[in-house]
């Protein structure tokens, strides 16, 4: 019998071939020719400084942009502060919120889980967020998802996202139990059927998934616009390493070349964000983690 999991995977992979050009991504300063650099607040959270200090260690660290989370930007908001603060705070300090992180549950929350992403989505704009992740957050794993229904709510948040101008970014997890893979990402985006549809991939993802990465050859340049940057170790297996695992880019034994290559020559302007999880990087001055992933990732780009 083949394995249930395998199926669907092989299911998304020809359901992947279907998909077209998106539209233009929108015209932003080009460092480093055609990328930027931005610091997702996970890789230093380990002592939870708070948002006004990930953007202060973003800025004086040398990122364009930050990736924040939905909760910090709460937290924040609950201390009695305002949206209008927090923004005017990001833009004295010269940086942009590239892409938040957050866990509204789109494809299987019905109606309060699309007000959810509305909320999250009106929230970001407030501080000039342009994008939010939109993974598979909250979809029972018992049984297999059903690929052309989610495609239908990505179109609705899709929708939401030209409405308060916050875009959703299709995310796959490896390790979640109904979309692991790009090909099962694809075949959502393809049954979306929007000119708008966006990827956001993850070079852990990719592997913990089984992905591959020769599959971002295939994909037009417009439909994928922020990239996880990070790397994974090879003394571990792939189906026992976690989050806490990835280190940085370079450091592991991922292509990371080859992926930073495969990027710049499918066109458009790439935003990549450092996203780590690891616990020793937590322990460490969270200043020099910031400068020490950006100056790996400028060095790799540099490489290709």
């Known amino acids: 019998m083949i394995n ?7 299911i998304a992979l020809l359901s992947s071939s279907a998909m077209l050009s998106a539209s233009c991504t929108s015209k932003k300063e080009i460092v480093q020719g055609d990328f930027r650099f931005c610091l997702n607040t996970s890789t230093i ?58 866990f509204a549950p789109w494809i299987s929350g019905g109606e309060q889980g699309m007000e959810q992403m509305r909320e999250e989505m009106e929230m970001l704009a407030l501080i000039g967020g342009k994008r939010i992740a939109a993974p598979p957050a909250g979809v029972p794993g018992d049984e297999p998802m059903d690929f052309f229904l989610a495609g239908e709510k990505y179109a609705e948040i899709l929708t939401l996202g030209r409405e308060t101008g916050v875009m959703p970014q299709l995310e796959f997890w490896g390790a979640s139990p109904v979309m692991w893979h790009i090909g099962q990402a694809l075949m959502v985006a393809a049954s979306a059927d929007d000119p708008d549809v ?15 990465f020769d599959s971002l050859k295939m994909l037009n ?31 592991g034994v991922g292509p990371v070349k080859q992926v930073l290559r495969d990027l710049k020559n499918m066109g458009g302007v790439k935003v990549l964000s450092l996203e780590l ?23 790799l780009v540099n490489g290709i």
Do not use: C
Request: net charge negative.
């Open 4 to 10: 249930r999991r395998k199926a669907i995977s092989n």
């Open 221 to 251: 340049g417009h439909m994928i616009e922020i990239f996880h940057m990070n790397d994974y170790v090879g003394s571990i297996p792939r189906e026992e390493q976690t989050d806490a695992d990835r280190v940085y880019p370079g450091d």
């Open 45 to 102: 959270s380990g002592s939870n400084p708070g948002i006004l200090k990930y953007i202060d260690i973003a800025a004086e660290a040398g990122y364009d942009g930050i990736e924040v989370w939905i909760r910090d930007i709460k937290a924040y908001l609950e201390e009695g502060n305002t949206a209008a603060s927090l923004k005017q705070y990001i833009d004295d300090r010269g940086m942009k919120v590239e892409n938040a992180i957050g």
């Open 198 to 212: 966006r990827l956001l991939p993850d070079i852990y993802h990719m592997f913990k998934g089984g992905s591959g």
């Open 277 to 299: 999880f690891n616990r020793i990087y937590w322990e460490q001055d969270p200043f020099s983690v910031a400068k020490t992933g950006l100056e790996k990732m400028r060095l």
